[in-house]
């Protein structure tokens, strides 16, 4: 069952001018440790940031609170499971946000669509209630 679904549109050219003008002190305050290790290696880090930042914002809407009631940009983190399929650790405000939108008996499962034609990047967040597997 789904219980939230964001999206957002994000200007790649506003992340790399946001990195050019603050640097570390934007990207200790919106991303997690891994999210920056992942973009700092990468060629075209700023289009890593800001797919990574609209993924924020996204999962935010998809939350139903926006950056508001405890959630922070660091209680979302992008993460790739084995295959490389995009998902979303929460964490914090982020964690406790999801379990109040959750049934008793169900765990939730984030899926990420992750897109970009520069200068635009686009990401879809769906949150599902999903039953929880035996011994989580």
Same mark, same amino acid.
């Given at each position: 069952m789904i219980v939230g679904v964001g999206s957002d549109l994000i200007d790649i050219r506003r992340?790399?001018?946001?990195?050019?003008?603050?640097?570390?002190?934007?990207t200790h305050r919106c991303f997690t440790e891994i999210e920056?290790?992942? !973009?700092?290696?990468?060629r075209r880090r700023a289009e890593t940031y800001a797919k990574r930042f609209a993924a924020k914002e996204a999962c935010a809407k998809a939350l139903g609170t926006g950056f508001r009631r405890g959630v922070y940009w660091r209680d979302m983190g992008v993460v790739?499971?084995?295959?490389?399929k995009p998902t979303m650790?929460?964490?914090g405000? !982020? !964690?406790?946000?999801l379990a109040e939108l959750l049934p008793d008996?169900?765990?939730?499962r984030?899926?990420?669509s992750i897109t970009d034609e520069p200068p635009l990047a686009q990401v879809i967040v769906v949150i599902s209630a999903v039953p929880?597997?035996?011994g989580s």
């Open positions: 992340i790399r001018n946001t990195l050019d003008r603050f640097g570390d002190r934007f920056r290790k992942r !973009a700092d290696g990468r790739n499971l084995p295959g490389g650790t929460l964490t405000g !982020a !964690a406790r946000r008996g169900m765990e939730g984030i899926d990420v929880e597997e035996k």
